[in-house]
C-alpha cells in the first residue's frame, strides 16, 4: 500500500516537473526546453507513450543508440519502478552519471533519485547504490530543477530514514543509507 502511494506521488510529481519545466522554459525562445521536448531528443519519449510497443524492447534498443536521455525519460514516463529499475540494471549507471557532460537532463536525474527512492524495499542494496550515483551527479542550482531539489531531497531522505531504523536492513546497507543520508544532508544545507 505504501509502495501504491509512493509511486501515485511519484508519478504526480513527476508530471508536475515536466510541467512545470516545460512552461517555465516557454517563455525563453526558440531553444526553450519545450522545442526540445517536441522536437529534439525527447520526441521518441512521446512516441514512446501512444504506441504499444513492448517498453523494455523499445528501452533496449534507445541503450544500443546511446540514447540514454531519451530511455530514462521514457521509463520515469512509465511511472513503473520496475522498468526504471530494469533500466538502471542495463546501463552502467556510475559510468553514466560520471560523464561530463552529464548525458542526463537535470531534471531526469532528480525525478530518478525520486523513483528509486520509491521502490528501495525491492534490492535495496543495488538502489543504494545507484541513488548515491544519482545524487552526486545532481547539481541543485540547476534552474530547471532548482525548486523542486528540496522538497524531493526531503522525501529522500525520510525515506532513508525510515529504513535506517527497520531492524530488518543489513549492517551493510545501514552504512550505504547513513552515507545518502548525509550527502543528501549536504545539498539540503546547501541550498537554503
Not at 541503450?63 to 533500466?87: C, M, N, P, Q
Request: charged share 15%; proline share 5%; with cysteine.
Amino acid at each position: 500500500m505504501i509502495t501504491r502511494t509512493l509511486s501515485g506521488e511519484l508519478a504526480e510529481g513527476l508530471c508536475k516537473l515536466m510541467a512545470f519545466a516545460a512552461a517555465g522554459a516557454s517563455s525563453k525562445g526558440p531553444n526553450s526546453l519545450t522545442t526540445q521536448l517536441s522536437n529534439g531528443p525527447l520526441s521518441s519519449v512521446h512516441e514512446m507513450a501512444e504506441s504499444p510497443v513492448d517498453p523494455i524492447k523499445e528501452l533496449s534498443r534507445l541503450i544500443a543508440e546511446r540514447k540514454f536521455e531519451e530511455a530514462f525519460t521514457g521509463a520515469l514516463h512509465r511511472s513503473d519502478v520496475s522498468i526504471v529499475s530494469w533500466l538502471c540494471s542495463q546501463v552502467d549507471l556510475p559510468g553514466i552519471m560520471s560523464l561530463v557532460p552529464l548525458p542526463l537532463s537535470q531534471g531526469v536525474v532528480l525525478a530518478l533519485l525520486q523513483q528509486l527512492a520509491c521502490d528501495i524495499n525491492n534490492d535495496m542494496s543495488r538502489k543504494l547504490a545507484w541513488m548515491t550515483d544519482v545524487a552526486v551527479a545532481i547539481n541543485p542550482t540547476d534552474p530547471l530543477i532548482a525548486l523542486h531539489v528540496r522538497p524531493i531531497f526531503e522525501k529522500v531522505y525520510q525515506t532513508l530514514e525510515y529504513h535506517h531504523n527497520q531492524s530488518t536492513t543489513s549492517a551493510s546497507d545501514i552504512n550505504n543509507i547513513r552515507l545518502l543520508m548525509h550527502l543528501i544532508n549536504s545539498v539540503l544545507m546547501s541550498c537554503k
